[in-house]
């Protein structure tokens, strides 16, 4: 039966666990000469970063969904530990994400834009990250005024809903240790971002180029979980954020075994190539259908070409202008697709008349306010799928917008695909 919901807000798991292998509750805080480079350009040692009462290091990154979503909490704590003699900095050890993402000149970005007040620095090699066995971000590690650790831990229990929050970990052990108390919780490592390392293995996220016909290069990000598995493709919408803001679902995918897939349009984010004004319907389709189509297959030729990924069982997802080109590839390669989720965009009537009668569930995600309310919901009116489902999200923004606003999305999407492409090959191989 196909479905229409209104959203209300559920948690959801973790990015990832983190390990508790490295420094201990008590032990001297390492590499106190260790040098670092700071983003006002000048280099300091750790040591310099003590103050009266502490230090409080947060292990950081520029792109991470679980900063994204305790930033707010991360920065009252800090205010806290600041208003209390102990100093804070935040550390980027993003060593394999340097070309892209985790640069220098991102951090600078990163701290103007959301305007981070503390000591920014980047590490180099690992030292620090794996003298402390920091193994997502955020964790945060509390030092004492003679530089023993008192706590270790993720800020609070729930990265996505600040109003489930039952163990503020950080303000507790801060409140505590400020009054001179037992910190009750000393180690709470749990949610976050992985901290990737050269030696992982083969799974993990790889910044790649892909070079299209003639000869523009594409910039993608392939996660590999390092297993043989399916294969998904995430396409961005066009307001100038690329790719990025898909990285939560496609992380948590190559968690559950599947290649995954996400990439700058021509003309768009980190790609080569122009991007030309094709204000209109008729005109953009015809550019999306065009040039647009032909980097797309030559993305899913790039992935196929990987080893261990299955591109003739996969999903794909779309946002705005991303909800044309998940829609074109699943009318392309209608046999591969055994699932799609599109949020807030265009289709047209030769996509119209393919989910008419296609078998491939489709999620469709939108607004209340968004003006593709409508066409989301007749996508799914028209899909030959019973169980294809159409979610109404209220005032959250559009396309991958919403993910900022609505804890419920991205677990939805993940579980639908999760539901179609892996629960369903595991079910069919045990028959």
């Not at 030092?143 to 023993?148: A, G, R, T, Y």
């Not at 163990?167 to 400020?178: G, K, R, V």
């Not at 999305?409 to 492409?421: G, H, R, V």
């Given at each position: 039966?196909?479905?229409?919901?209104?959203?209300?807000?559920?948690?959801?798991?973790?990015?990832?666990?983190?390990?508790?292998?490295?420094?201990?509750?008590?032990?001297?805080?390492?590499?106190?000469?260790?040098?670092?480079?700071?983003?006002?350009?000048?280099?300091?040692?750790?040591s310099d970063f003590k103050r009266k009462n502490g230090l409080l290091i947060v292990?950081?990154?520029?792109?991470?969904?679980?900063?994204?979503?305790?930033?707010?909490?991360?920065?009252?704590?800090?205010?806290?530990?600041?208003?209390?003699?102990?100093?804070?900095?935040?550390?980027?050890?993003?060593?394999?994400?340097?070309?892209?993402?985790?640069?220098?000149?991102?951090?600078?970005?990163?701290?103007?834009?959301?305007?981070?007040?503390?000591?920014?620095?980047?590490?180099?090699?690992?030292?620090?990250?794996?003298?402390?066995?920091?193994?997502?971000?955020?964790?945060?590690?509390?030092?004492?005024?003679?530089?023993?650790?008192?706590?270790?831990?993720?800020?609070?229990?729930?990265?996505?809903?600040?109003?489930?929050?039952?163990?503020?970990?950080?303000?507790?052990?801060?409140?505590?240790?400020?009054?001179?108390?037992?910190?009750?919780?000393?180690?709470?490592?749990?949610?976050?971002?992985?901290?990737?390392?050269?030696?992982?293995?083969?799974?993990?996220?790889?910044?790649?180029?892909?070079?299209?016909?003639?000869?523009i290069t594409l910039k993608g990000t392939y996660f590999n979980p390092g297993v043989?598995?399916?294969?998904?493709?995430?396409?961005?919408?066009?307001?100038?954020?690329?790719?990025?803001?898909?990285?939560?679902?496609?992380?948590?995918?190559?968690?559950?075994?599947?290649?995954?897939?996400?990439?700058?349009?021509?003309?768009?984010?980190?790609?080569?190539?122009?991007?030309?004004?094709?204000?209109?319907?008729?005109?953009?389709?015809?550019?999306?259908?065009?040039?647009?189509?032909?980097?797309?297959?030559?993305?899913?030729?790039?992935?196929?070409?990987?080893?261990?990924?299955?591109?003739?069982?996969?999903?794909?997802?779309?946002?705005?202008?991303?909800?044309?080109?998940?829609?074109?590839?699943?009318?392309?390669?209608?046999?591969?697709?055994?699932?799609?989720?599109?949020?807030?965009?265009?289709?047209?009537?030769?996509?119209?008349?393919?989910?008419?009668?296609?078998?491939?569930?489709?999620?469709?995600?939108?607004?209340?306010?968004?003006?593709?309310?409508?066409?989301?919901?007749?996508?799914?009116?028209?899909?030959?799928?019973?169980?294809?489902?159409?979610?109404?999200?209220?005032?959250?923004?559009?396309?991958?917008?919403?993910?900022?606003?609505?804890?419920?999305?991205?677990?939805?999407?993940?579980?639908?695909?999760?539901?179609?492409?892996?629960?369903?090959?595991?079910?069919?191989?045990s028959n």
């Open positions: 039966m196909k479905t229409l919901t209104i959203v209300m807000l559920v948690i959801f798991g973790s990015v990832m666990t983190a390990s508790a292998q490295g420094i201990a509750i008590n032990d001297p805080l390492p590499h106190q000469d260790l040098v670092l480079d700071h983003i006002d350009g000048k280099q300091y040692k750790l292990f950081a990154a520029n792109e991470c969904v679980a900063i994204e979503r305790w930033y707010d909490r991360l920065i009252k704590a800090n205010d806290l530990a600041e208003a209390n003699g102990i100093n804070v900095i935040w550390v980027n050890s993003n060593e394999t994400q340097r070309i892209e993402g985790e640069t220098m000149e991102e951090m600078r970005v990163f701290a103007k834009e959301n305007k981070l007040k503390y000591d920014y620095l980047m590490e180099r090699e690992f030292v620090l990250a794996n003298a402390f066995d920091a193994q997502v971000t955020p964790t945060c590690y509390l030092f004492d005024k003679d530089l023993k650790l008192k706590f270790m831990g993720m800020p609070d229990d729930n990265m996505f809903d600040v109003a489930e929050v039952t163990e503020t970990y950080l303000a507790d052990a801060l409140n505590a240790y400020i009054k001179g108390d037992e910190i009750r919780t000393k180690v709470a490592h749990g949610r976050g971002c992985r901290i990737p390392r050269p030696d992982d293995g083969p799974g993990g996220a790889y910044i790649v180029d892909i070079e299209t016909k003639d000869g043989p598995g399916p294969a998904a493709i995430l396409f961005h919408q066009c307001d100038g954020n690329g790719r990025r803001p898909w990285n939560y679902v496609a992380e948590e995918l190559a968690q559950r075994g599947v290649h995954v897939l996400t990439y700058d349009y021509r003309g768009h984010g980190a790609s080569e190539g122009s991007n030309p004004d094709w204000s209109g319907m008729e005109n953009a389709a015809k550019r999306w259908r065009g040039v647009w189509k032909e980097d797309m297959i030559t993305a899913l030729d790039f992935l196929s070409s990987q080893e261990g990924v299955n591109t003739d069982d996969m999903v794909v997802a779309g946002a705005s202008c991303g909800v044309f080109m998940a829609s074109e590839m699943a009318r392309t390669f209608p046999e591969r697709i055994k699932a799609a989720a599109l949020l807030s965009g265009p289709a047209d009537d030769l996509h119209m008349k393919f989910y008419k009668k296609s078998d491939i569930p489709i999620l469709t995600g939108v607004s209340s306010e968004d003006w593709s309310v409508d066409k989301m919901k007749e996508i799914v009116i028209a899909s030959n799928n019973s169980q294809s489902e159409y979610v109404l999200y209220k005032e959250a923004g559009h396309g991958t917008d919403m993910f900022k606003n609505s804890d419920t999305l991205e677990p939805k999407i993940i579980s639908w695909f999760e539901k179609y492409l892996i629960t369903e090959n595991e079910e069919n191989a």
